[in-house]
């Protein structure tokens, strides 16, 4: 994120538009369904807590928790969107 007196990072207006976004019941939702993708691999033993890995949906959609769609990667990989020159994200 860029840095500067236009930037949004970390301002109390960011603060407040990203909390009142998490407040919605979609939102709720979808982060539950995430943590419940962490507990399912959690079971199975493929991640422990504090360890540094993310659980990730292949296909990007967090009410898919089939183990065919999540994976263990690394916190940089899974936070990176890959984005074609139109700035959408990329798959693949």
Same mark, same amino acid.
């Given at each position: 994120m860029a840095t500067g007196p236009n930037s949004q990072k970390n301002t109390k207006a960011r603060q407040r538009a990203q909390k009142k976004y998490n407040a919605k019941p979609e939102q709720k939702k979808r982060r539950a369904k995430r943590n419940a993708a962490?507990?399912?691999m959690m079971k199975a033993g493929k991640v422990r807590k504090g360890d540094g890995k993310d659980v990730h949906h292949? !296909?990007?959609n967090p009410n898919n928790n089939s183990r =065919? !769609?999540?994976a263990?990667? =690394?916190k940089k990989k899974n936070r990176t969107l890959k984005r074609d020159k139109n700035a959408r994200k990329r798959r693949g």
């Open positions: 962490r507990r399912k292949k !296909n990007g =065919s !769609n999540l263990v990667t =690394s």
